[in-house]
DNA sequence: AACTCCGTCAACCGCTTGTTG
DNA sequence: ACAACAAGCGGTTGACGGAGT
Protein backbone atom coordinates (compact mmCIF):
# COMPACT_ATOMS: atom_id res chain seq x y z
CA UNK A 1 0.00 0.00 0.00
CA UNK A 2 0.97 3.81 0.24
CA UNK A 3 1.14 3.31 -3.54
CA UNK A 4 1.05 6.74 -5.38
CA UNK A 5 -2.17 7.42 -7.71
CA UNK A 6 -1.48 6.65 -11.33
CA UNK A 7 -3.26 10.48 -11.75
CA UNK A 8 -0.58 12.56 -10.17
CA UNK A 9 1.02 13.79 -13.04
CA UNK A 10 0.29 17.63 -12.98
CA UNK A 11 -1.32 18.66 -16.30
CA UNK A 12 -2.92 15.53 -16.77
CA UNK A 13 -6.32 16.74 -18.21
CA UNK A 14 -9.61 15.21 -16.24
CA UNK A 15 -13.03 15.77 -17.04
CA UNK A 16 -15.41 14.54 -19.99
CA UNK A 17 -13.61 13.56 -23.30
CA UNK A 18 -13.57 15.02 -26.38
CA UNK A 19 -14.71 13.23 -29.85
CA UNK A 20 -11.00 14.13 -30.37
CA UNK A 21 -9.73 12.56 -27.97
CA UNK A 22 -12.39 9.36 -28.55
CA UNK A 23 -10.95 9.10 -32.23
CA UNK A 24 -7.33 8.59 -31.13
CA UNK A 25 -7.55 6.27 -28.09
CA UNK A 26 -10.02 3.85 -30.83
CA UNK A 27 -7.64 4.14 -33.14
CA UNK A 28 -4.84 2.91 -31.42
CA UNK A 29 -6.49 0.16 -29.68
CA UNK A 30 -7.41 -0.82 -32.88
CA UNK A 31 -4.53 -0.89 -34.32
CA UNK A 32 -1.97 -2.05 -31.29
CA UNK A 33 -4.34 -3.38 -28.64
CA UNK A 34 -4.31 -1.28 -25.06
CA UNK A 35 -1.12 -3.50 -24.26
CA UNK A 36 -0.12 -1.78 -20.89
CA UNK A 37 -2.56 0.64 -19.91
CA UNK A 38 -0.12 3.00 -18.13
CA UNK A 39 2.24 3.63 -21.44
CA UNK A 40 -0.92 3.84 -23.71
CA UNK A 41 -1.66 7.74 -23.39
CA UNK A 42 1.79 8.60 -24.28
CA UNK A 43 1.87 6.06 -26.99
CA UNK A 44 -1.64 7.45 -28.54
CA UNK A 45 -0.86 10.72 -27.65
CA UNK A 46 -3.29 11.51 -24.67
CA UNK A 47 -2.37 13.65 -22.33
CA UNK A 48 -4.76 11.58 -19.56
CA UNK A 49 -3.89 8.89 -17.40
CA UNK A 50 -3.68 5.15 -18.29
CA UNK A 51 -6.72 4.61 -15.84
CA UNK A 52 -8.56 7.35 -17.34
CA UNK A 53 -8.07 5.78 -20.77
CA UNK A 54 -9.28 2.20 -19.98
CA UNK A 55 -12.64 3.12 -18.19
CA UNK A 56 -12.91 5.45 -21.16
CA UNK A 57 -12.51 2.39 -23.62
CA UNK A 58 -14.39 0.12 -21.01
CA UNK A 59 -17.44 2.01 -19.62
CA UNK A 60 -17.70 3.81 -23.32
CA UNK A 61 -15.63 3.20 -26.23
CA UNK A 62 -15.76 -0.64 -26.49
CA UNK A 63 -17.03 -1.68 -30.20
CA UNK A 64 -19.51 -4.57 -28.29
CA UNK A 65 -21.21 -2.03 -25.96
CA UNK A 66 -24.83 -2.03 -26.30
CA UNK A 67 -26.29 1.26 -25.48
CA UNK A 68 -29.90 2.51 -24.84
CA UNK A 69 -32.61 1.61 -22.44
CA UNK A 70 -32.76 -1.36 -20.37
CA UNK A 71 -35.48 -4.36 -21.05
CA UNK A 72 -37.94 -5.26 -18.90
CA UNK A 73 -36.00 -8.96 -18.83
CA UNK A 74 -32.47 -7.18 -18.16
CA UNK A 75 -34.44 -5.22 -15.24
CA UNK A 76 -35.47 -8.37 -14.10
CA UNK A 77 -32.26 -9.80 -14.39
CA UNK A 78 -30.26 -7.18 -12.83
CA UNK A 79 -32.67 -7.84 -9.60
CA UNK A 80 -32.30 -11.20 -9.56
CA UNK A 81 -28.54 -11.17 -10.34
CA UNK A 82 -28.29 -8.31 -7.40
CA UNK A 83 -30.33 -10.55 -4.52
CA UNK A 84 -28.15 -13.28 -5.17
CA UNK A 85 -24.89 -11.41 -5.68
CA UNK A 86 -25.12 -7.82 -3.96
CA UNK A 87 -23.30 -4.86 -5.14
CA UNK A 88 -21.18 -6.93 -7.78
CA UNK A 89 -21.75 -5.16 -10.52
CA UNK A 90 -18.49 -6.43 -12.59
CA UNK A 91 -20.07 -9.94 -11.89
CA UNK A 92 -23.07 -8.76 -12.67
CA UNK A 93 -22.23 -7.30 -16.25
CA UNK A 94 -20.44 -10.63 -16.77
CA UNK A 95 -24.21 -12.07 -17.19
CA UNK A 96 -25.24 -9.19 -19.04
CA UNK A 97 -23.65 -8.73 -22.56
CA UNK A 98 -22.87 -5.63 -23.64
CA UNK A 99 -23.60 -3.81 -20.52
CA UNK A 100 -20.98 -2.61 -18.05
CA UNK A 101 -20.39 -2.71 -14.40
CA UNK A 102 -20.91 1.14 -14.25
CA UNK A 103 -24.05 1.41 -16.26
CA UNK A 104 -25.58 -1.61 -14.20
CA UNK A 105 -24.14 0.24 -11.01
CA UNK A 106 -26.11 3.58 -12.20
CA UNK A 107 -28.96 2.15 -13.75
CA UNK A 108 -29.53 0.27 -10.64
CA UNK A 109 -29.24 3.16 -8.38
CA UNK A 110 -31.26 5.57 -10.01
CA UNK A 111 -34.25 3.18 -11.34
CA UNK A 112 -34.34 -0.10 -9.98
CA UNK A 113 -33.63 0.70 -6.58
CA UNK A 114 -36.43 3.49 -6.50
CA UNK A 115 -38.29 1.29 -8.07
CA UNK A 116 -38.01 -1.62 -5.05
CA UNK A 117 -38.55 0.67 -2.55
CA UNK A 118 -41.86 2.42 -4.11
CA UNK A 119 -42.97 -1.50 -4.16
CA UNK A 120 -42.17 -1.51 -0.44
CA UNK A 121 -39.55 -4.16 -1.31
CA UNK A 122 -35.98 -3.43 0.87
CA UNK A 123 -33.51 -3.47 -1.81
CA UNK A 124 -30.68 -4.35 0.33
CA UNK A 125 -32.52 -7.59 1.51
CA UNK A 126 -34.91 -8.05 -1.47
CA UNK A 127 -37.37 -8.56 1.70
CA UNK A 128 -40.69 -6.76 1.70
CA UNK A 129 -40.49 -4.38 4.20
CA UNK A 130 -42.77 -5.20 7.38
CA UNK A 131 -42.73 -2.28 8.70
CA UNK A 132 -44.52 -2.66 11.94
CA UNK A 133 -43.71 0.37 13.21
CA UNK A 134 -46.27 1.62 10.56
CA UNK A 135 -48.93 -0.93 12.00
CA UNK A 136 -49.07 1.21 15.03
CA UNK A 137 -50.62 3.74 12.84
CA UNK A 138 -52.92 1.71 11.91
CA UNK A 139 -55.87 2.06 14.99
CA UNK A 140 -55.61 6.24 14.43
CA UNK A 141 -55.57 5.43 10.67
CA UNK A 142 -58.93 3.28 10.49
CA UNK A 143 -60.21 5.45 13.01
CA UNK A 144 -59.52 8.59 9.86
CA UNK A 145 -61.12 6.42 7.73
CA UNK A 146 -64.32 5.38 8.91
CA UNK A 147 -64.47 9.32 9.69
CA UNK A 148 -64.44 10.24 5.90
CA UNK A 149 -67.85 8.69 6.02
CA UNK A 150 -69.09 12.25 7.36
CA UNK A 151 -67.58 14.45 5.37
CA UNK A 152 -69.01 15.70 2.43
CA UNK A 153 -66.25 14.35 -0.37
CA UNK A 154 -68.49 12.55 -2.95
CA UNK A 155 -69.56 8.77 -1.92
CA UNK A 156 -67.88 7.37 -4.25
CA UNK A 157 -64.83 8.80 -3.53
CA UNK A 158 -64.85 7.88 -0.19
CA UNK A 159 -65.41 4.20 -0.17
CA UNK A 160 -62.69 4.79 -3.27
CA UNK A 161 -60.22 5.23 -0.44
CA UNK A 162 -61.74 3.13 2.11
CA UNK A 163 -61.23 0.37 0.11
CA UNK A 164 -58.05 0.83 -0.82
CA UNK A 165 -56.90 1.86 2.62
CA UNK A 166 -58.19 -0.79 4.09
CA UNK A 167 -57.26 -3.84 1.74
CA UNK A 168 -53.06 -1.76 1.65
CA UNK A 169 -53.66 -1.92 5.40
CA UNK A 170 -55.09 -5.69 5.15
CA UNK A 171 -51.99 -6.32 2.64
CA UNK A 172 -49.35 -5.45 5.66
CA UNK A 173 -51.44 -7.33 8.11
CA UNK A 174 -50.94 -10.30 6.40
CA UNK A 175 -47.53 -10.27 5.95
CA UNK A 176 -46.48 -9.63 9.10
CA UNK A 177 -48.67 -12.26 10.16
CA UNK A 178 -47.46 -14.73 8.19
CA UNK A 179 -43.86 -13.34 9.49
CA UNK A 180 -45.33 -13.33 13.32
CA UNK A 181 -46.21 -17.14 13.04
CA UNK A 182 -43.19 -17.89 11.12
CA UNK A 183 -40.92 -17.11 14.18
CA UNK A 184 -42.89 -19.00 16.71
CA UNK A 185 -40.55 -22.01 16.44
CA UNK A 186 -37.83 -21.95 19.02
CA UNK A 187 -35.57 -23.78 16.62
CA UNK A 188 -36.21 -21.08 14.52
CA UNK A 189 -33.21 -18.80 15.00
CA UNK A 190 -32.80 -17.96 11.72
CA UNK A 191 -35.98 -16.73 10.85
CA UNK A 192 -36.03 -14.64 13.62
CA UNK A 193 -32.67 -13.18 12.76
CA UNK A 194 -33.66 -12.33 8.93
CA UNK A 195 -36.92 -10.28 10.35
CA UNK A 196 -34.66 -8.95 12.48
CA UNK A 197 -37.00 -6.43 13.75
CA UNK A 198 -37.14 -5.81 17.37
CA UNK A 199 -40.96 -4.11 17.06
CA UNK A 200 -42.01 -7.50 15.90
CA UNK A 201 -41.48 -8.98 19.28
CA UNK A 202 -44.24 -6.48 20.83
CA UNK A 203 -46.76 -7.23 18.28
CA UNK A 204 -49.46 -10.28 19.76
CA UNK A 205 -50.88 -12.03 17.50
CA UNK A 206 -53.64 -11.23 18.57
CA UNK A 207 -52.92 -7.14 18.44
CA UNK A 208 -52.95 -8.21 14.67
CA UNK A 209 -55.95 -10.56 14.09
CA UNK A 210 -58.17 -7.65 16.08
CA UNK A 211 -57.03 -4.83 13.27
CA UNK A 212 -57.93 -7.19 10.49
CA UNK A 213 -61.14 -7.49 11.93
CA UNK A 214 -61.55 -3.78 11.92
CA UNK A 215 -60.63 -3.58 8.75
CA UNK A 216 -63.51 -5.88 8.38
CA UNK A 217 -65.11 -3.16 9.62
CA UNK A 218 -64.32 -0.45 7.38
CA UNK A 219 -64.73 -2.85 4.13
CA UNK A 220 -68.01 -4.02 5.29
CA UNK A 221 -69.65 -1.70 7.68
CA UNK A 222 -68.81 1.15 8.11
CA UNK A 223 -70.85 3.02 5.78
CA UNK A 224 -73.97 0.55 5.85
CA UNK A 225 -72.69 -0.82 2.89
CA UNK A 226 -72.62 -4.83 1.89
CA UNK A 227 -68.61 -5.61 0.47
CA UNK A 228 -70.07 -6.54 -2.63
CA UNK A 229 -71.26 -2.87 -3.35
CA UNK A 230 -68.12 -1.46 -2.30
CA UNK A 231 -66.62 -0.04 -5.65
CA UNK A 232 -63.49 -2.07 -7.66
CA UNK A 233 -62.13 0.86 -8.79
CA UNK A 234 -58.23 0.29 -8.87
CA UNK A 235 -55.96 -2.66 -8.33
CA UNK A 236 -55.34 -2.57 -4.62
CA UNK A 237 -59.40 -2.90 -4.42
CA UNK A 238 -59.79 -5.86 -6.04
CA UNK A 239 -57.21 -7.84 -4.50
CA UNK A 240 -58.10 -10.49 -2.45
CA UNK A 241 -56.17 -12.71 -0.39
CA UNK A 242 -57.61 -16.16 0.13
CA UNK A 243 -56.67 -19.57 0.72
CA UNK A 244 -54.39 -18.93 3.45
CA UNK A 245 -55.00 -22.44 5.12
CA UNK A 246 -54.08 -24.48 2.24
CA UNK A 247 -51.08 -22.22 1.18
CA UNK A 248 -50.07 -20.48 4.05
CA UNK A 249 -46.74 -21.53 4.30
CA UNK A 250 -46.47 -22.61 8.05
CA UNK A 251 -43.06 -24.12 10.16
CA UNK A 252 -42.96 -27.62 9.82
CA UNK A 253 -41.80 -27.92 13.11
CA UNK A 254 -44.13 -25.58 14.66
CA UNK A 255 -47.37 -27.53 12.53
CA UNK A 256 -46.66 -30.44 14.74
CA UNK A 257 -47.01 -28.42 18.05
CA UNK A 258 -50.60 -28.01 19.39
CA UNK A 259 -49.53 -24.45 19.54
CA UNK A 260 -48.30 -24.39 15.40
CA UNK A 261 -51.71 -26.18 14.75
CA UNK A 262 -54.09 -23.89 16.66
CA UNK A 263 -52.53 -20.31 15.88
CA UNK A 264 -52.59 -21.50 11.73
CA UNK A 265 -55.83 -23.21 12.43
CA UNK A 266 -57.52 -19.37 14.32
CA UNK A 267 -55.56 -17.85 11.85
CA UNK A 268 -57.86 -18.87 8.55
CA UNK A 269 -60.74 -18.59 10.74
CA UNK A 270 -59.76 -15.03 11.87
CA UNK A 271 -59.71 -13.90 8.22
CA UNK A 272 -62.84 -13.40 6.52
CA UNK A 273 -60.84 -13.43 3.55
CA UNK A 274 -60.09 -16.88 3.87
CA UNK A 275 -63.19 -18.18 4.69
CA UNK A 276 -64.50 -16.23 1.38
CA UNK A 277 -62.23 -18.04 -0.91
CA UNK A 278 -62.32 -21.87 0.89
CA UNK A 279 -66.39 -21.90 0.48
CA UNK A 280 -65.63 -20.76 -3.59
CA UNK A 281 -63.37 -23.69 -3.17
CA UNK A 282 -66.06 -26.15 -1.70
CA UNK A 283 -63.94 -26.35 1.63
CA UNK A 284 -64.93 -26.37 5.12
CA UNK A 285 -65.40 -22.51 6.61
CA UNK A 286 -64.02 -24.21 9.73
CA UNK A 287 -60.23 -25.86 8.31
CA UNK A 288 -59.68 -28.74 10.24
CA UNK A 289 -55.57 -28.21 10.39
CA UNK A 290 -54.16 -30.72 7.60
CA UNK A 291 -50.26 -31.97 8.36
CA UNK A 292 -49.99 -33.38 4.78
CA UNK A 293 -50.78 -29.81 3.65
CA UNK A 294 -48.15 -27.75 4.94
CA UNK A 295 -45.52 -26.20 3.07
CA UNK A 296 -42.45 -25.84 3.27
CA UNK A 297 -40.88 -22.33 3.90
CA UNK A 298 -41.27 -20.95 7.08
CA UNK A 299 -40.50 -17.37 6.99
CA UNK A 300 -41.73 -14.38 4.34
CA UNK A 301 -40.68 -15.48 1.23
CA UNK A 302 -38.58 -12.76 -0.21
CA UNK A 303 -39.58 -11.17 -3.51
CA UNK A 304 -36.79 -12.45 -5.56
CA UNK A 305 -33.80 -15.15 -3.77
CA UNK A 306 -32.33 -13.46 -0.81
CA UNK A 307 -29.15 -11.70 -0.79
CA UNK A 308 -25.80 -14.02 -0.37
CA UNK A 309 -25.66 -14.26 3.12
CA UNK A 310 -29.29 -15.23 3.40
CA UNK A 311 -29.39 -17.59 0.41
CA UNK A 312 -30.73 -21.32 0.74
CA UNK A 313 -28.56 -24.37 0.61
CA UNK A 314 -29.87 -25.11 -3.14
CA UNK A 315 -29.33 -21.14 -3.89
CA UNK A 316 -25.75 -21.76 -2.74
CA UNK A 317 -24.97 -23.79 -5.05
CA UNK A 318 -25.69 -22.53 -8.08
CA UNK A 319 -27.58 -19.08 -6.99
CA UNK A 320 -27.50 -17.41 -10.39
CA UNK A 321 -29.03 -20.02 -12.14
CA UNK A 322 -31.24 -21.16 -9.61
CA UNK A 323 -34.49 -22.02 -10.49
CA UNK A 324 -36.22 -19.42 -8.15
CA UNK A 325 -34.69 -17.10 -10.75
CA UNK A 326 -37.49 -15.09 -11.27
CA UNK A 327 -38.38 -11.91 -9.40
CA UNK A 328 -41.62 -12.57 -6.82
CA UNK A 329 -41.42 -16.16 -7.81
CA UNK A 330 -40.96 -17.19 -3.91
CA UNK A 331 -44.49 -15.09 -3.50
CA UNK A 332 -46.07 -16.72 -6.60
CA UNK A 333 -45.54 -19.90 -4.92
CA UNK A 334 -47.65 -18.86 -2.16
CA UNK A 335 -51.13 -19.18 -4.08
CA UNK A 336 -52.60 -16.87 -3.00
CA UNK A 337 -55.29 -16.43 -5.74
CA UNK A 338 -58.50 -18.19 -5.63
CA UNK A 339 -60.76 -18.78 -8.44
CA UNK A 340 -63.02 -15.75 -8.24
CA UNK A 341 -60.50 -12.92 -7.45
CA UNK A 342 -60.70 -9.63 -9.34
CA UNK A 343 -56.97 -9.77 -9.42
CA UNK A 344 -54.22 -12.45 -9.37
CA UNK A 345 -51.65 -12.26 -6.98
CA UNK A 346 -49.22 -12.34 -9.99
CA UNK A 347 -51.15 -9.67 -11.52
CA UNK A 348 -51.01 -7.17 -8.12
CA UNK A 349 -47.68 -7.78 -8.31
CA UNK A 350 -47.14 -6.67 -11.64
CA UNK A 351 -49.05 -4.13 -10.95
CA UNK A 352 -47.76 -2.60 -8.61
CA UNK A 353 -44.52 -2.91 -9.41
CA UNK A 354 -44.06 -2.34 -13.45
CA UNK A 355 -46.32 0.14 -14.08
CA UNK A 356 -46.71 2.07 -10.81
CA UNK A 357 -43.19 2.48 -10.03
CA UNK A 358 -42.48 3.61 -13.56
C1' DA B 1 -36.77 34.81 -19.04
C1' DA B 2 -34.36 33.59 -14.99
C1' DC B 3 -33.74 30.74 -11.45
C1' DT B 4 -33.86 26.48 -8.65
C1' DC B 5 -34.36 21.73 -8.07
C1' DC B 6 -33.66 17.13 -9.27
C1' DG B 7 -32.48 12.98 -11.97
C1' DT B 8 -29.07 10.95 -14.82
C1' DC B 9 -24.72 9.18 -15.99
C1' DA B 10 -19.76 9.72 -17.32
C1' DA B 11 -15.79 10.06 -14.91
C1' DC B 12 -12.96 10.12 -10.88
C1' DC B 13 -11.00 8.42 -6.44
C1' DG B 14 -9.23 5.28 -3.46
C1' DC B 15 -9.13 0.71 -2.01
C1' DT B 16 -8.46 -4.30 -3.05
C1' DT B 17 -6.76 -8.06 -5.67
C1' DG B 18 -3.71 -10.41 -8.70
C1' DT B 19 0.79 -10.80 -10.78
C1' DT B 20 5.62 -10.46 -11.20
C1' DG B 21 10.40 -10.18 -9.92
C1' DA C 1 8.01 -13.86 1.95
C1' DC C 2 7.93 -9.52 0.42
C1' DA C 3 7.49 -5.24 -2.27
C1' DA C 4 6.10 -2.96 -6.31
C1' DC C 5 3.12 -2.50 -9.79
C1' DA C 6 -1.05 -3.03 -12.92
C1' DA C 7 -5.66 -3.90 -13.21
C1' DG C 8 -10.15 -4.37 -11.25
C1' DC C 9 -13.79 -2.81 -8.51
C1' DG C 10 -17.33 -0.13 -6.11
C1' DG C 11 -18.56 4.28 -3.99
C1' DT C 12 -18.89 8.99 -4.94
C1' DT C 13 -18.78 13.30 -7.45
C1' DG C 14 -19.98 16.79 -10.55
C1' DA C 15 -21.55 18.39 -15.10
C1' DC C 16 -25.44 18.51 -17.65
C1' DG C 17 -30.22 18.85 -19.11
C1' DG C 18 -35.07 18.89 -18.26
C1' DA C 19 -38.94 20.10 -15.31
C1' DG C 20 -41.01 23.14 -12.27
C1' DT C 21 -41.74 27.75 -10.25
Redesign the pocket.
Known amino acids: ???????DKVGV?????TPEE?RKLVDYIHNHG???????PQNAGLN?????C???W????RPDIK?G?FSEDEERLIIHLHSV??????????RLPGR????I???W???LR?KLLLMGIDPVTHRPKADLDLLAMLPPLLAAAQNLGNLTAPLDNVLRLQADAANLARFQILQSLIQLTSITSPLDADARNLLGSASLQNYQFSDLLQMNHQLEGVMDGSLGLPQNQIPVTSGLSGLRIPQLSNSFQAHPESSNTLEGQEMVAKFSDSCSFTEHAMESNGQSTHPVFNSNAIPTSHSTPSLVSTSPEHASADQKQDPINSTASTPFEDWEGLNLDGPDNDLSWKDFLDQISWSSAS
Not at 13 to 17: D, F, H, V
Not at 85 to 94: I, Q, V
Open positions: MGRSPCCKKGPWDHGNWKNLRCGKSRLRTNYLRKLGNKWSMMATTDNEKNYNTHK
